[in-house]
């Protein structure tokens, strides 16, 4: 699989990483196997998919767990990227709350590195900014560990330029994740832009759409403990309404003789060489269909009619 740089930490991973969050946390408890998803991640590393993401939230804690065993092994092979700052204060309702004190980033960094096994982290990324705590004092606690060798790099999620700025003018920010897909294009305006002119790698997460993209969701597709049946785009009415996006995602595959899942992936790598999305699965086969997108390349018409699609009917969240 083609390489690319995480901005200027150095690091270098497949184009295609893997994003670990839906085989323990948020989709479908009911299919969840933490042997196969163990099966899935070293599966990943032999195909070239070597941005393994998680966080500690997912979980809680659990997730963590199981990508330390699966990569037993095969530390040196990949690039390990987790998370902190967000804590879960109600695990039936995913209702989250953002912990942001350099006093937890210390705390838990430590915890993260035993539940992965690892000495070091490669990539640590502030999950949600603390609004009760000054970004300076966080990032600035993220920074101390790569200067104390525990992570190599750091990262945010889900901000703005100005936020980018303040991070950015007390240590380099090495990537950015954030939504990014067919139906959520919030960051082309002006978070993209930043990371090319700043040397940072943006991640995007749910690429798929979490799901909705693939053609595969429908109404009913998923249990009461899956997030999505309380997500304003996977009302009944939404999928309806949005059914005409997947339609002319499906017509631009038929071209490729590829999946819409290639081609939503696709597209994302398009946006620009310091994009490397994490599309998650917990099934072999959607692993390597995703995989295989890295060797898809997209033309200008596909590009054209894909970027003239409209607006998703409901808000993210």
């Known amino acids: 699989m083609q390489q690319r740089r995480l901005g200027s930490s150095g690091l270098e991973a497949g184009a295609v990483g893997l994003g670990c969050m839906g085989m323990s946390w948020a989709y479908g408890a009911d299919e969840r196997d933490d042997d196969a998803s163990i099966a899935v991640i070293r599966r990943a590393v032999e195909l070239g998919v070597t941005l393994i993401d998680t966080a500690d939230v997912y979980g809680p804690f659990t997730n963590e767990e199981l990508v330390g065993r699966a990569l037993r092994g095969l530390r040196d092979d990949i690039v390990l990227a987790t998370k902190c700052g967000l804590v879960v204060e109600d695990v039936a309702t995913y209702r989250i709350g953002r912990d942001g004190r350099p006093e937890h980033v210390r705390s838990a960094v430590e915890a993260s590195l035993r539940r992965l096994g690892t000495d070091v982290i490669d990539l640590y990324q502030l999950h949600r900014v603390d609004p009760a705590v000054p970004l300076e004092e966080t990032w600035g606690a993220m920074a101390e560990l790569v200067l104390a060798g525990s992570v190599r790099a750091i990262g945010l999620s889900e901000v703005g330029v100005a936020e980018l700025a303040r991070a950015q003018a007390v240590h380099p920010v090495a990537s950015v994740q954030s939504e990014l ?22 991640i995007p997460f749910s690429p798929l759409g979490r799901g909705y993209l693939t053609g595969a969701v429908t109404a009913g597709s998923f249990d009461d403990a899956d997030f999505r049946a309380r997500n304003p785009r996977f009302t009944p009415e939404a999928l309806a309404a949005n059914l005409g996006i997947v339609e002319q995602v499906r017509a631009v595959a038929a071209r490729h003789d590829a999946t819409p899942a290639q081609v939503a992936i696709a597209w994302t790598l398009a946006q620009g060489p310091q994009v490397l999305p994490i599309p998650g699965t917990k099934k072999q086969r959607y692993l390597e269909e995703n995989a295989a997108a890295a060797a898809l390349t997209l033309t200008p018409q596909d590009l054209t009619d894909l970027d003239a699609l409209p607006t998703p009917v409901g808000t993210r969240y």
Not at 181 to 202: G, H, I, K, Q, Y
């Open 181 to 202: 897909s067919l139906w959520t294009r919030d960051p082309l305006a002006e978070v993209l832009p930043w990371c090319e002119a700043n040397d940072a790698a943006f």
